[in-house]
């Protein structure tokens, strides 16, 4: 982004003096036409990297039929990929969403849900963490569970990378 221009956009992240107008792989090209390595990966979006011919391809063949449809509604290739995701993983189902807040409503659903089954109606509270547990355990605890999410999450990409290359 060019300094001392007006823009829009908040400035949470303060001056941005690089401009990406591409990307190959893991490999992000600048418009002065620098090659980065791309150790964001778009803050954990693009974790595939950048511009992969099957995953391009995909996505074309994809979007020239249908962009998205609710979780309301049948999707096979959602089906196929769930799948593969409870074949190579400690999952029995899966649960696609959008967003963090999404997930986190899931979770809340499927504790409800256990606790409804089991006839533990009088559960109402989820947790109580105390201030010992709050200041010693809890940073451990979300350390792992932490490492836990990107080890599935790797696991996803290493299926999906699999998955679009049988495609």
Same mark, same amino acid.
């Given at each position: ?6 823009? $829009? ?10 401009? /990406? ?19 964001? +990966? ?8 950048? &511009? ?20 309301? $509604?049948?999707?096979k290739n959602q089906e196929e990929y769930a ?5 190579? +993983?400690f999952a029995e189902k899966v649960f696609f ?8 409503? &899931? ?5 409800? +849900? ?12 989820? /947790? ?12 451990? $605890? ?5 490492k836990n999410i990107l080890r599935f999450l ?6 999906? &990378?699999?998955?679009? +290359?049988?495609?």
């Open positions: 982004m060019i300094q001392n221009v007006h823009s $829009y956009l908040m400035p949470t992240y303060g001056d941005r003096e690089i401009e /990406f107008i591409r990307g190959e792989g893991a490999y992000l090209f600048s418009s002065k036409n620098t090659k980065y390595l791309d150790f964001g +990966s778009g803050i954990a979006v693009n974790s595939l990297g950048h &511009c992969h011919p099957s995953l391009v391809k995909a996505l074309r063949d994809q979007s020239s039929k249908l962009w998205h449809t609710s979780n309301l $509604y049948l999707n799948e593969l995701l409870c074949k190579h +993983s969403t959008n967003s963090g807040v999404e997930s986190i409503e &899931c979770g809340l659903k499927v504790i409800r +849900s256990f606790h409804y089954h089991h006839n533990n109606i009088e559960k109402k509270i989820l /947790f109580h963490l105390k201030e010992h547990f709050m200041e010693e355990l809890l940073p451990r $605890y979300l350390l792992n569970k932490i790797t696991l996803c990409c290493q299926v999906l &990378c699999k998955y679009l +290359s049988m495609i």
